[in-house]
């Protein structure tokens, strides 16, 4: 009995890791975002400044200005203070371009190093492991049944591959970096998904985002993420296929799970957290 205890405390310690570690690959995420498109909007401003470099010389407290191209330099006269200043604007942006690349190759190493070492405790679980035996009375997720369900090949949405531009926790890709949230708040959490399966109803066939097994009764749901609802035509498609879903016994808030972002309004990493304890946890 005292060693199950201690089990179950590891578990509730181990839990309280994870998340903590989901937030700060989240955090680091958003950052690398981030300068990745600071980088990219500098990188606009360079583009449009003149070619070469500025080198500035001093002589007796007055400032020479010169444009090198690498290999020579010209002399800018005074008069010419407008392209000085552009050069040295140019040279401004490009230090600053340097340092924030090296703030994010910093943050690259940390997502690869993240990435690389998931999943390994949860190997110790598989039914191959020497050490499942032993562990599968405490730390095992859900059934083999549902373990082997999300292993096994499915159909996916042909549809648009070239979308499919972010890599999730899971090794997924995925169309937007929502998804990737749901994705990996599912996946963390040991809980059996697959992304785009076909779901035939009546003569259509759909591809919900998310198709989820519940990791104790093994029930299935289905996840929507609407991410452009601000926008006519896709509020449009997305009412129609509610519709679809609820003409065929899958509604909202039942085994429908449904979530809606606008430019404004993005999907917090908080909301997902709750829905994914509120129906599966």
Same mark, same amino acid.
């Not at 016994?249 to 999907?267: A, G, H, R, V, W």
């Given at each position: ?123 110790? /679980? ?19 049944? /549902? ?135």
């Amino acid at each position: 009995m005292k060693y199950i205890l201690t089990c179950r405390s590891a578990v509730s310690r181990q839990t309280m890791v994870k998340k903590e570690v989901i937030v700060i690959y989240e955090r680091m995420l958003n950052e690398y975002q981030r300068l990745e498109h600071q980088i990219n909007l500098l990188q606009n401003q360079l583009d449009s400044l003149p070619e070469g470099k500025l080198i500035c010389s001093q002589n007796q407290g007055y400032s020479k200005w010169y444009q090198s191209d690498g290999h020579e330099k010209t002399y800018i006269p005074k008069k010419n203070r407008d392209l000085a200043e552009q050069l040295a604007v140019k040279k401004y942006l490009s230090l600053q371009i340097k340092e924030l690349l090296h703030e994010k190759n910093a943050i690259q190493l940390y997502l690869n190093h993240h990435s690389r070492n998931q999943g390994q405790a949860q190997q110790l /679980l598989a039914s191959d492991s020497a050490y499942h035996d032993l562990l599968a009375g405490h730390f095992t997720q859900f059934s083999q049944e /549902l373990a082997e369900w999300m292993s096994s090949p499915y159909q996916h949405n042909p549809l648009h591959p070239e979308q499919l531009i972010h890599k999730s926790v899971s090794g997924n890709m995925v169309r937007s970096k929502s998804e990737a949230i749901i994705d990996m708040f599912l996946y963390t959490n040991h809980i059996p998904f697959r992304y785009e399966c076909a779901l035939q109803l009546g003569e259509v066939t759909i591809y919900p985002d998310f198709t989820i097994r519940h990791p104790k009764t093994g029930e299935i749901h289905y996840w929507e993420h609407f991410g452009l609802i601000d926008h006519p035509e896709y509020s449009q498609k997305s009412y129609s296929k509610l519709h679809l879903y609820s003409k065929h016994q899958i509604f909202p808030s039942i085994n429908l799970i449904t979530t809606f972002e606008t430019k404004d309004y993005p999907l917090s990493t908080d909301l997902v957290e709750k829905i994914i304890k509120h129906y599966f946890l």
